[in-house]
């Protein structure tokens, strides 16, 4: 009964509306925020008035409406990595004004990133548990091999754990990495990763920001459980034709962009490729035809993103965005055993933006998604390849209506077509006398329905309140659910704010994977038969701070979220070419909580952020289907777990062309399970004698901390005739050479004269030792 009296309270809120005017004479201040010199569009850009308390962010065209009393007013102008620009505003009527911001990169000697605006900005809007990175920011900081990483920096935000040594896979206040909606202007790419998780597919030159929602989720996201990962891509140069790019130890980039029509509209794309491959085939040459030499395995990846925007009139804009990406990993053995093994994404999205008036939006997009992976063998005359993957069809139309100063109303509608490759093998010989084949698909319909309203009732409270109705259906089964959205901010005093936000979200597609396999072994499964939705709630709560004339936030949040239908898979599944799939998986709960402090500061000549989180994490999945369930039904830590994490990363300009970067990690140890002794075994006839390791409950061990520091060195080069705009970037990853731990394992201690096995020791494995890199980065 409560819950529908809820459901009913938020269909009133939604559909009746109070739409209270000023009793001032208001007049409309719009317009558009680009970027100097290039012309940019900067969606998330900030346009405030702080004498009056009020303020609009740019949409995705970098467009801006905002009601006003008559009156003379002081407007402020911010975006991260862009100087804050303040303007005196006359409005006697509707007034449209414009802003082109200057690049802070470019007077390095006076400020690095000015936010004092952005800051301010966050103390105000309703949303909390949101991290938003640009790539300028990015590219400033130390990365492995040069290769600078767009996910890899988010995970030095609080509240988001790494996978382990190197990896770029993202676990989100307790959530896993499958349960991570990410988008690429509105499209959904289904494994963000290069190089078995080493880096993400978003190439830095082609992206312009990156949100990360990770509570308090608005309504208009949906299908997954955890975070939100959304990915804009630049629109490219509307007025010269410009190259850019870099070169570094394993990668090369460029990237192209100008014009398509002066005023009209404008292109970009860009190019990346490793060339690990080149150095391989020929160190396998060279040594090709020795006994004892083991081939080197060719590997490799490239990725292309390509945007373009047209207008079609003063109304009317298309934007068309397209991703596609591939890994190829190869090994040819001298014996004829070839092995060959190649994912990747595909990825096309066309969006057309309509105005109404200042006041109506709307947005629509038509988007494909494709992942597929695929695993070739050959031994002499037999051969066998095994496939899966995943085609979206998607169609989403959005509409933004601001009624008044105080509602900003959205809707939506979206609707997707899923097919499910679950598995597809053809193996035979080569002389075709055996062969045998099976294709296992599946097909799903998944749609969504949402309604939301920013509401600001006083200047001191402020309201986002929303409801999405989702659903999913595979064959014969249906399913479906409300998903309430709710969030709160009560400005205490001018500097101090409280924040509160409650979502529910609901999951309909499921990754499975083979964590004990060497290679990535990836299968997304529809809700269908037992395999129900998941689901989870998340409540958070959080004050947020002003300090030092605004150049300083810090935030204080806690969170608690717990989720049902839990999925993990019973002992000696079969996961591959299975008809009833869905009978391997066991079902269970999870929950998780902690709390987040975060430290920011984005003015002056020294820069950067301090993040702390303490969280709990855990997983309970009992007996059921005729197994003891996981951990015998108890309570486990998932390997993500981690007690303690703690991030500082710092940016110091020391002159108008040298900047100072660095990072620190702090981790508490990685949950493992390692065996607590062994008991002899030998069999009836007295032959050899096995020794039986004794595993105590799951994850009950952890392994060393992790921690690790990074630094680097931004050098901008003089321009001239024959040096284009440039910079060298050098970078010391690991820079004391921490041996973190990947993970254990145990060899046997013998007795050098009778070989007898005395005991077993264990040993820790590490992948990164420190590692110098330097990268060049042109533009001309």
Known sequence: MGFRFLVAGFLILLTVLPTTAWAQVQRVLSGVVRASGTSEALPGATVAVPELGLGATADEQGAYSLRLPEGRHQVVVSFIGYDTQ????????????????VSAGNQLQEVVVEGRGSLEQKLQTTQMSVERLTAKEAKLLPALFGEVDILKTLQLKPGVQNGGEGTSGLFVRGGSADQNLVLLDDALVYNPSHLFGLFSVFNPDAVQSVDLYKGGFPAQYGGRLSSVVDVKLRPGNPDKFTTSGGIGLISSRLTVEGPIKKGKGAFLVSGRRTYFDVFTRQINKLNEGQDDYNPIPDYYFYDLNAKANYKLGEKDELF???????????????NGFNFDFSWGNAVGALRWNHTFNKRLFLNTTASLTRYEYRISNRLDQFAFNLSSDIRDLTLRSDLDYLPNDQHALKFGVTATAHRFGTGRLQAGSQDGRLSLGSDITYSGAEAALYASDTYKPTEKWQLEYGLRLSGFRSGADQYG???????????????VSLKSSYALMYQYVHLVTNSGASLPTDIWYPSRGSVKPQRSQQVAAGISWLLGDGRYLITN???YKWAQRQIDFKD????????????????????????????????????GWVGYTLSWTKRQFPAQRGTTGINNGNPFYPTYDRRHNLTVVVLHSLSERVQLTGSFVYTSGQATTLPLGRFVFQDVYGGDVAAVPIYPQRNTYRLAPYHRLDIGVVWKLRPNRWVPESDLTFSVYNAYNRRNPYFVYFDQVKDKQTDEVLSYRARQVSLFPVIPSVTYNFKF
Do not use: C, M
């Not at 303040?86 to 911001?101: A, I, M």
């Not at 068309?320 to 001298?334: A, I, K, P, R, T």
């Not at 659910?481 to 500097?495: C, H, I, Q, W």
């Open 86 to 101: 303040t303007l005196t505003v006359n409005l006697t009527r509707n007034q449209r004004q414009s802003f082109q911001l």
């Open 320 to 334: 068309l965005s397209g991703y596609l990406g591939h890994d190829v990993f190869g090994f040819n053995s001298q």
């Open 481 to 495: 659910g409300l998903e309430p959205r709710a969030a709160v901010r009560y400005s205490l005093t001018p500097t």
């Open 557 to 559: 949040e806690a969170y």
């Open 572 to 607: 000696g599944a079969q996961l591959f070419v299975n008809p009833d799939l869905d009978s391997e998986f066991l079902f269970g709960k999870g929950w998780a909580y902690g709390n987040e402090i975060y430290l920011e500061k984005k003015q002056g000549r020294t820069t």
